[in-house]
């Protein structure tokens, strides 16, 4: 199974903070445009919400690509790792048995970035919510289905 290059690095030196906001990035496994069908995206999305309603992050905002997804989000009373490996694990579960695929459907790890105190959240929701837009997926963003921001 390749790897990308590099992403074991992704896990070192990682901490999480209670109460920090991070921007979270994770790619399915060899930019498969698996999030292209909106009903798998939609598994995504349902898992996503089901952090949030199970009050381990409070979500600002987050988008679902064809091949990865972004999210702002403030980490509650848990661990980032944990909260982000099984938002991806039980997505995959969901995926596979909605189309009886096997293997990975992830990318080793995740990108994230802690926002630093003071740093004023909306320009990073909008960075997020305006993703398909920069990728020519839709004319304005209230066509693309697979988004949310809590300003809404």
């Known amino acids: ?42 598994l995504l ?24 997804f972004h999210w702002l989000m403030q980490l509650r009373d848990n661990n980032l790792g944990s909260v982000v490996g099984s938002t991806k694990s039980r997505c995959t579960q969901a995926v596979n048995k909605m189309t009886g695929r096997r293997g990975p459907l992830w990318q080793t790890g995740y990108h994230d970035r802690a926002i630093r ?16 837009l920069r990728a020519g997926l839709v004319q304005k963003i209230g066509d693309y289905p697979l988004w949310d921001a809590c300003w809404l």
Do not use: K
């Open 117 to 132: 105190d003071g740093e004023e959240l909306l320009p990073f929701a909008r960075y997020i919510v305006a993703n398909p």
């Open 1 to 42: 199974m390749p790897t990308q290059p590099n992403s074991h690095r992704l896990r070192f030196g990682r901490a999480s903070e209670n109460g920090r906001a991070y921007l979270i990035t994770a790619v399915t496994h060899e930019r498969q445009p698996i999030f292209s069908d909106w009903q798998l995206g939609r």
């Open 45 to 68: 999305v349902a898992e996503l919400r089901r952090v949030h309603d199970a009050s381990l992050v409070d979500s600002i905002a987050w988008v679902v690509m064809p091949d990865h």
